[in-house]
């Protein structure tokens, strides 16, 4: 499990899904939108939430059709399927690796651009908080999405459709997090269905997965 984990960082930092590309998107939809919505400190402080979280989201949804997509092409997923490992392990360290590359370095430098959108004090733990619990959910459910459509051309658009729908829910919890923390507010009953999103995909999700690409392989 280690080894295969290991092989995933190194071939999605190399094959270029890896933080930068995430990371630079993050940081463009960061700067653009004081530009679109104007200056005013008191409509982005406002709107701060939502749009980190947004582009927290759309960086994740870069790099999602890449997970299977290397392993499709050169026969390495065949070779995984009928490993001593059961599929629904291997399904949880790609989505794994997808975290790691993607969206913890988004966790990281999310308070950085926090200051770019002239987020309050106190929604910077808050902030970060709900992003460390939300993540993981887009991972996993990214990892199902990737699994439907590996092996299709041009996957990615109907990876895109598949996979927003179900991002929604996080979306909602995530920047509601953020802005009741932000505001001073109570956080318990958002970030407690965040957690429960969070932990019921990687509960059920690898099993969906790891079923979905038994199937493809046929």
Same mark, same amino acid.
């Given at each position: 499990?280690?080894?295969?984990?290991?092989?995933?960082l190194?071939?999605?930092v190399?094959?270029?899904?890896g933080?930068?590309?995430?990371?630079?998107?993050?940081?463009?939809? %960061?700067?653009?939108? *004081?530009?679109?919505v &104007?200056?005013?400190t &008191?409509l982005? =402080?406002?709107?701060a939430?939502?749009?980190?979280?947004?582009?927290?989201?759309?960086?994740?949804l870069? +790099?999602?059709?890449?997970?299977?997509?290397?392993d499709?092409?050169?026969?390495s997923?065949?070779?995984?399927? %009928?490993?001593?490992?059961?599929?629904?392990?291997?399904v949880s360290?790609?989505?794994l690796?997808?975290?790691? =590359? =993607?969206?913890? *370095?988004?966790?990281l430098v999310a308070?950085?651009l926090g200051?770019?959108?002239n987020?309050?004090?106190?929604?910077?733990?808050?902030?970060?908080? +709900?992003?460390?619990i939300?993540?993981?959910?887009?991972?996993?459910?990214?990892t199902f999405?990737a699994a439907? %459509?590996?092996?299709?051309k041009?996957?990615?658009?109907l990876?895109?459709?598949l996979?927003?729908?179900?991002y929604?829910? %996080?979306l909602?919890?995530?920047?509601?997090?953020?802005?009741? !923390?932000?505001e !001073?507010?109570?956080?318990?009953t958002?970030?407690?269905?965040?957690a429960?999103? +969070?932990?019921? =995909?990687?509960a059920?999700? *690898?099993?969906? +997965?790891?079923?979905?690409?038994?199937?493809?392989?046929?």
């Open positions: 499990m280690i080894a295969l984990l290991m092989r995933d190194r071939l999605a190399r094959a270029g899904g933080f930068g590309l995430g990371l630079a998107f993050f940081l463009i939809v %960061t700067v653009l939108v *004081p530009f679109g &104007g200056p005013e &008191g982005l =402080t406002r709107i939430p939502g749009v980190l979280w947004i582009g927290a989201l759309l960086a994740c870069l +790099s999602l059709d890449r997970i299977f997509a290397l499709w092409e050169d026969g997923l065949d070779l995984l399927a %009928t490993a001593p490992l059961p599929m629904e392990g291997i360290i790609k989505a690796a997808h975290w790691l =590359t =993607t969206a913890l *370095p988004l966790v308070p950085v200051l770019l959108l987020l309050p004090g106190p929604g910077f733990p808050w902030l970060v908080a +709900s992003l460390a939300g993540t993981p959910a887009l991972s996993v459910i990214g999405g439907l %459509t590996v092996g299709l041009r996957g990615g658009l990876l895109s459709l996979v927003l729908p179900l929604v829910p %996080t909602i919890f995530g920047a509601e997090v953020a802005r009741r !923390g932000a !001073g507010l109570d956080v318990q958002p970030l407690l269905m965040l429960g999103i +969070s932990f019921g =995909t990687m059920l999700l *690898p099993f969906a +997965s790891a079923a979905v690409l038994r199937i493809n392989l046929r």
